[in-house]
């Protein structure tokens, strides 16, 4: 019996072609990209709701953004190979670096460059040689471990870091300033935590940042004998060893508001 099968010339058999190596490593650095923009999304909406803790939230948003670095370099490799051999691979990579160098510039802008200008430091105050102190509202107990527990050397950095954060004086009485000054803290969104108009005091807390870390404040009202009234305030962060300078600037704008109303 004939057989009459034949093979055919392996020029004939048809065959898939492999995707190019730029190709393959521009599509890895975009998912790479991505992935990181996912990460960092997730984790900081989470942290913003509480769902997990803000400094663990805030921790994957750093880890996120070397990821992002490393797409970025990976999505510049492949560009850069497209380019050379004239094959597939460059616009994903491109994407990849641009994702991943806008990752960074945003991270850049809003932690690193605010960090850079202030001082390394959560508690800020108009009285650093006597401080407003929190009755209603707990201080926490790592207040000053940064300091190794040494007051001086927190009122030194202080003084030279924030040397224009001083108390005001509002020509009210101090029962007057202080429902202002509520008023004011309602209006900013603060929770009200202790009010008493009779002893000039009280205490609120606050939100930073997109994560929404609190950040407790107290407002005292003093009354001066010509009968105007001398403001001081407080703001301490619950977490973290820098505020990235939201405390001052919170003083700095409430204060301002507030001298406007005498």
């Known amino acids: 019996m004939t057989d009459n099968t034949f093979a055919l010339p392996a020029?004939?058999?048809?065959?898939?072609?492999q995707p190019a190596w730029s190709w393959r490593i521009g599509v890895f650095a975009l998912g790479g990209a991505v992935l990181a923009v996912l990460i960092a999304g997730l984790m900081l909406t989470l942290a913003r709701f509480d769902v997990i803790d803000k400094?663990?939230?805030?921790?994957?948003?750093?880890?996120?953004?070397?990821?992002?670095?490393?797409?970025?370099?990976?999505?510049?490799?492949a560009v850069v190979w497209a380019s050379a051999r004239k094959t597939p691979g460059r616009l994903a990579g491109a994407v990849a670096l641009v994702i991943g160098l806008?990752?960074?510039?945003?991270?850049?802008?809003?932690?690193?460059?605010?960090?850079?200008?202030?001082?390394?430091?959560?508690?800020?105050?108009t009285d650093v040689a006597d401080p407003p102190q929190f009755t209603a509202l707990?201080?926490?107990?790592d207040n000053l471990d940064q300091y190794d527990g040494d007051i001086e050397a927190w009122r030194a950095m202080?003084?030279?870091?924030?040397?224009?954060?001083?108390?005001?004086?509002?020509?009210?009485?101090?029962?007057?300033v202080l429902a202002r000054a509520r008023a004011m803290a309602e209006d900013r969104g603060w929770d009200v935590a202790a009010y008493d108009s009779a002893s000039g005091h009280m205490e609120a807390?606050?939100?930073?940042?997109?994560?929404?870390?609190?950040?407790?404040?107290?407002?005292?009202?003093?009354?001066?004998?010509d009968g105007s009234t001398r403001v001081d305030m407080r703001?301490?962060?619950?977490?973290?060893?820098?505020?990235?300078?939201?405390?001052?600037?919170?003083?700095?704008?409430?204060?301002?508001?507030l001298s406007r109303a005498g």
Request: aromatic letters at 10%; zero cysteines.
């Open 11 to 17: 020029a004939a058999i048809p065959s898939r072609r």
């Open 55 to 77: 400094l663990t939230g805030f921790g994957w948003y750093v880890k996120s953004n070397y990821i992002g670095l490393a797409s970025a370099l990976v999505g510049l490799i």
């Open 102 to 125: 806008g990752m960074a510039g945003v991270f850049y802008a809003m932690v690193m460059a605010p960090a850079q200008a202030a001082p390394f430091m959560h508690d800020v105050t």
């Open 138 to 141: 707990p201080l926490r107990e």
């Open 158 to 176: 202080h003084r030279e870091g924030y040397p224009d954060i001083q108390p005001i004086i509002v020509n009210l009485p101090p029962a007057e």
């Open 205 to 225: 807390t606050a939100n930073a940042g997109y994560l929404r870390f609190r950040d407790d404040v107290i407002v005292e009202a003093t009354p001066i004998a």
């Open 235 to 257: 703001s301490v962060s619950r977490v973290g060893g820098s505020d990235l300078g939201y405390n001052a600037a919170r003083i700095r704008e409430f204060l301002i508001d």
